[in-house]
């Protein structure tokens, strides 16, 4: 993540009340206030954190996943590698994540399961307004629009040597698996990445991927992109992303529990006694954190 401020207490929130139980954030070198938060969410356990430093001629987001993966603990069974603007969503009517996770990985031979995208559009809103991403935007593209062949991968992080892309995961061993159960085709085109079909069964993941118009430039324009060196996201991203095709509103069905949760989360946050906020020494953990002499546990 950078600069994602403003949305992160809603990501965290909504994924907690879909049964996630801690989160490990890549932070590239945010300025918006985003580490003090993530300082403070860490204080309360909620999550483990690092920055992640930029490297010439590298982009930050597969380095990232490597560190993720080196300073995962045993105890952490599976974990989903998604972005910020990224949300998974139960499809089986369980409003839950626990019951889909329990069918792919009863198997063991399961190493990693992909969940296709359902891209998202900015609903025709020009301007950043107050409310929820789910709830502010509930149009999206046909489940055969071709972004959606992308796909996220949830993994057993024991398993995976580390990523060819920010999609999809190298296995030592196991199986690839979609969400219906079945082995993993890959795009008969692009490859690791993208699936050949979109599957939406049991779960999938709403990217909201340009939000409103205003949101666009100030965001992932300014940002660029965390995975391929010199790529500029602008108007043809922008315009090829922005599809308000049919209304769904999966995630925003969850509003309630969302806001409920992050009403929760607040009231946690300013609870924090002031001395678990402003470790003097937080900038040495950190670099302790990148160079492997602290690891960290979760849940």
């Known amino acids: 993540m950078k600069n994602e401020h403003d949305a992160l207490i809603e990501w ?10 801690h989160f490990i954030l890549a932070d590239n070198m945010s300025n918006d206030g985003s580490q003090v938060l993530l300082q403070k969410l860490s204080a309360l356990n909620i999550i483990t954190w690092f920055t992640q430093v930029d490297i010439p001629h590298l982009r930050p987001q597969l380095p990232a996943y490597r560190q993720i993966l080196r300073r995962c603990p045993p105890q ?20 839950s994540l626990a019951p889909a996770l329990q069918r792919w990985f009863k198997d063991e031979s399961v190493s990693a399961v992909a969940l296709n995208w359902a891209c998202f559009g900015s609903s025709g ?23 959606n062949h992308h ?4 993994v057993r992080p024991a398993r995976v040597d580390s990523f060819d892309n920010p999609h999809h995961a190298k296995l030592r061993w196991g199986r690839y698996i979609d969400v219906r159960g079945q082995d993993l085709v890959l795009h008969h085109k692009h490859g690791k990445g993208l699936s050949e079909q979109t599957c939406w069964e049991q779960a999938r993941i709403n990217h909201y991927a340009v939000k409103s118009f205003e949101e666009f ?10 995975a391929k060196e010199g790529r500029i996201k602008h108007r043809r991203y922008f315009e090829h992303h922005d599809k308000n095709d049919e209304v769904c509103t999966l995630a925003a069905d969850l509003t309630s529990r969302v806001k409920a949760e992050i009403i929760h989360l607040e009231q946690l946050l300013a609870d924090l ?12 953990r950190i ?13």
């Not at 796909?151 to 949830?154: L, T």
Request: charged residues 20%; glycine residues 6%; proline residues 4%.
């Open 287 to 299: 670099r302790s954190w990148i160079f492997g002499a602290v690891p960290f546990t979760c849940c």
């Open 125 to 147: 809103h020009k301007f950043a307004e107050q409310g929820l991403v789910t709830e502010r935007f509930q149009r999206r593209a046909v489940q055969s629009f071709t972004a």
């Open 217 to 226: 430039l100030l965001g992932k324009h300014l940002r660029g992109s965390a």
């Open 76 to 95: 952490a069974d599976v974990v989903a590698f998604i972005d910020a603007d990224e949300f998974i969503v139960p499809m089986d009517g369980s409003n």
């Open 273 to 284: 006694p002031n001395e678990l906020i402003a470790e003097p020494n937080w900038r040495h």
């Open 151 to 154: 796909y996220k991968s949830i």
């Open 12 to 21: 965290i929130a909504y994924h907690r009340v879909i049964g996630v139980r």
